[in-house]
């Protein structure tokens, strides 16, 4: 079982910066791939970026070179720095957590077995 609580989200301007945390619970975190969804009003949770146990990480396109996952597995805490914010980063921000995922699995929702409850990160234009 693992427990995981989002920090850090928050209202910022465009082109501004925000990182959230995913604190997990849970001996076994290190073998777990983590991963961010967001889901906006009225869309469907989308895939953002996926850390996995050997620390490959893999990014949706309107991310790439803004968004920066890390995770430490001494502190059972993934990070995601978000860098150059645009108003449609703005979204409800989910970490997520599966004992394991490999290629494409690891960008679907449906793959992953925890969750947490989720950060509001609001980007003003």
């Known amino acids: 079982q693992v427990q995981l609580v989002e920090s850090g989200g928050g209202l910022v301007q465009a082109g501004g910066s925000l990182r959230l945390s995913c604190a997990a619970s849970?001996?076994?975190?290190?073998?777990?791939?983590i991963g961010w969804f967001r889901q906006a009003p009225g869309k469907e949770r989308e895939f953002v970026v996926t850390?996995?146990?050997?620390?490959?990480?893999n990014y949706a396109d309107s991310v790439k070179g803004r968004f920066t996952i890390s995770r430490d597995n001494v502190k059972n805490t993934v990070y995601l720095q978000m860098n150059s914010l645009k108003p449609e980063d703005t979204a409800v921000y989910y970490c997520?957590?599966?004992?394991?995922?490999?290629?494409?699995?690891?960008?679907?929702?449906?793959?992953?077995?925890?969750w947490g409850q989720g950060t509001q990160v609001t980007v003003s234009s």
């Open positions: 850390v996995r146990s050997d620390y490959s990480t």
């Open positions: 997520a957590a599966v004992n394991g995922c490999s290629g494409v699995w690891c960008y679907r929702r449906t793959s992953y077995d925890y």
């Open positions: 849970g001996r076994t975190f290190s073998t777990h791939t």
